[in-house]
């Protein structure tokens, strides 16, 4: 079945049953593979991608959902003001250690960000909170939105 997406800004037409996860749409049928799939449960947040600009897993989102919306993903943060803001914190806080929760966690804070430009710790924590980082770094990734936001924290 065609179903018509718009991704980071561009239509595309993919070929695809509509229960079909978005995230394989976007990882098989797009070959933009940024976003990870992590427990396929929307539990870890390692498939977070923007769906009209609300972060979603796109783990269980089936594609069908997101006909016609605008899907933004890790890809499209490189040239997004909000994005570049992360990215850069993100790498002068040292936050990855194996950098494959990354990708959900970057689109999680993006999102936060665009609701909240000046959040508190409070609002991270609950931003963030459905994010797993088996490292364990999330100190840095608070202090990485507190610089992204232009402020110091708790």
């Not at 997406?5 to 595309?12: E, F, R, S």
């Not at 995230?23 to 390692?46: N, P």
């Not at 609950?126 to 088996?134: F, L, P, T």
Request: net charge positive; proline share 5%.
């Amino acid at each position: 079945m065609s179903t018509s997406l718009k991704i980071n800004g561009k239509a595309v037409t993919v070929q695809a049953e509509p229960d079909t996860p978005l995230l394989w749409v976007i990882r098989d049928e797009i070959g933009m593979t940024g976003t990870k799939f992590g427990c396929g449960a929307q539990l870890c947040g390692a498939c977070t991608v923007h769906l009209d600009g609300a972060p979603i897993r796109s783990c269980s989102t089936p594609v069908s959902a997101a006909a016609g919306k605008n899907v933004t993903t890790i890809e499209a943060m490189a040239g997004d003001d909000i994005g570049k803001r992360v990215q850069a914190a993100w790498i002068a806080h040292d936050v990855p250690q194996c950098g494959y929760c990354q990708s959900g966690q970057i689109m999680s804070a993006v999102a936060l960000l665009r609701d909240k430009p000046k959040p508190s710790d409070a609002d991270i924590d609950q931003a963030m909170s459905g994010n797993i980082c088996r490292c364990g770094t999330y100190n840095r990734i608070r202090a990485a939105i507190h610089t992204a936001a232009g402020t110091k924290g708790a």
